[in-house]
């Protein structure tokens, strides 16, 4: 299930922009962006990337957007050996490092590629040493210059680092944006937010509306999630699987509860159960939970003072 939600929405028509304003330029746009796990980056690029489905012609595949998701530890060469691989090379793992990117560069060309996104891309540069940071900056550029096409790189916010390290490379990838979580601090906030549960809710498999944007409802949902959309959506499925086979035609707050005990989140282990308290405060949860955190933070300190 896919909501555009108007965030998601923006930031498709800047990767939008950025491909087809950098069709035939002689200086293709880079774009760079970042955010934290579950907020949808890889969703959304995923997306775009199936607009543009491969032909194949008689002389040739077309590849009009080549999509990567880089595996822990990548290296320039691994990411060269998945693209040569991507674009069907035979003898995509033969080859140093340079022989590949350069063998990659043909086959950029040849594909008709128009757009290379490079997705989890912090896992070419997880190393804190300089050295690497510098090595992988240095293959970044210049391969972004050499195939002179549209190049997306998405990770975590850490991945701006490499940007330090390279001030070309910074020049070259000086559009960039972040898919942040919904927030729900002010009215139209808590609009959008309510808006996306809204539309969540409509897409359920049930006849009966389950009344997830309802404001009580809301700020419980907004409480678990942070305004994550993945943690809302994992909630979501198991709360549907209960109440299928329970036979009902919608969800209740008693399944969302059920659904929520059956989830574990370590990042988290003071948070409640909103789904158990009838007059749920977000504002007070939060701050109780955050008072938890810090008591248990001073205690663990103290534990290893000792």
């Known amino acids: 299930m896919i909501i555009k939600h108007p965030r998601y929405n923006a930031l498709m028509e800047k990767i939008r922009d950025c491909h087809l304003l950098s069709k035939g330029a002689k200086s293709a746009d880079c774009l760079f962006i970042w955010g934290y796990t579950g907020v949808g980056k890889s969703t959304l690029l995923k997306q775009y990337a199936e607009k543009y489905p491969r032909e194949i012609l008689p002389e040739h595949i077309r590849i009009p957007i080549l999509y990567l998701k880089l595996p822990v530890g990548a290296t320039p060469k691994s990411v060269a050996t998945s693209i040569l691989e991507a674009l069907g090379d035979p003898a995509y793992e033969k080859g140093t490092e340079i022989n590949q ?3 990659a560069f043909h086959f950029v060309k040849a594909c008709e590629v128009e757009m290379i996104i490079l997705d989890e891309f912090q896992h070419l540069i997880d190393s804190e040493t300089k050295s690497v940071l510098r090595k992988a900056s240095d293959w970044v550029k210049r391969f972004a210059e050499e195939v002179n096409v549209s190049v997306v790189l998405c990770g975590m916010p850490e991945s701006e680092k490499i940007f330090r390290q390279n001030e070309q490379l910074d020049r070259r990838f000086m559009i960039r944006d972040e898919l942040k979580p919904f927030t729900y601090n002010t009215r139209e906030e808590q609009k959008e937010f309510r808006s996306f549960l809204a539309t969540l809710d409509r897409n359920l498999p049930f006849r009966e509306p389950s009344h997830l944007a309802d404001p009580g409802l809301a700020e419980k949902l907004f409480y678990i999630s942070m305004g994550v959309p993945s943690y809302i ?11 299928a086979r329970h036979g009902q035609d919608a969800i209740t707050e008693d399944y969302l509860s059920l659904a929520y005990n059956n989830i574990q989140r370590s990042t988290r282990p003071h948070a ?3 789904f158990e308290i009838d007059n749920f405060n977000l504002v007070d949860e939060i701050k109780k939970e955050e008072r938890a955190m810090q008591i248990s933070m001073k205690v663990e300190k103290k534990n290893k003072r000792k």
Do not use: F, H, M
Request: hydrophobic residues 35%.
């Open 272 to 274: 409640i159960n909103p």
């Open 101 to 103: 990117t350069q063998r």
């Open 233 to 243: 959506k994992k909630l979501l499925e198991e709360a549907t699987v209960y109440a």
